[in-house]
């Protein structure tokens, strides 16, 4: 059974920093990547940032790039997100999410085995 617990969302002003962070219970999984999506209202669910387990190579998405970290803690798999100059449209639901399978880009939700709820970030202006 995998458990992943998101935490960190909230109600923030547009400019400020934001930190969410997301632990997944695992007993038998071994995950290589990591990742964080979102999904805003009406919109098709976005990759955020992923960060590979071996090496800890990163990838962002274009709308966050620059403004977003995504580290992990490869010992108690958890895995973070720090994203700063928040905007009224970084508003949505961020889904943390892993996997073990390599032969999918990881920059696409096919490449992940387990998602968490999600945790609501708002953005006001």
């Known amino acids: 059974q995998v458990q992943l617990v998101e935490s960190g969302g909230g109600l923030v002003q547009a400019g400020e920093t934001l930190r969410l962070s997301c632990a997944a219970s695992?007993?038998?999984?071994?995950?290589?990547?990591m990742a964080w999506f979102r999904q805003a209202p009406g919109k098709e669910r976005e990759f955020v940032a992923a960060i590979r387990g071996e090496g800890g190579t990163t990838f962002y998405g274009d709308s966050v790039k620059g403004r977003a970290t995504i580290s992990r803690v490869n010992a108690n798999n958890t895995v973070y997100l720090q994203m700063g100059s928040l905007r009224p449209d970084d508003t949505a639901v961020y889904y943390c999410?892993?996997?073990?399978?390599?032969?999918?880009?990881?920059?696409?939700?096919?490449?992940?085995?387990?998602w968490g709820q999600g945790t609501q970030v708002t953005v006001s202006s």
């Open positions: 695992i007993r038998t999984f071994s995950p290589s990547h």
């Open positions: 999410a892993i996997g073990s399978a390599t032969r999918y880009n990881i920059l696409t939700e096919r490449a992940y085995d387990y």
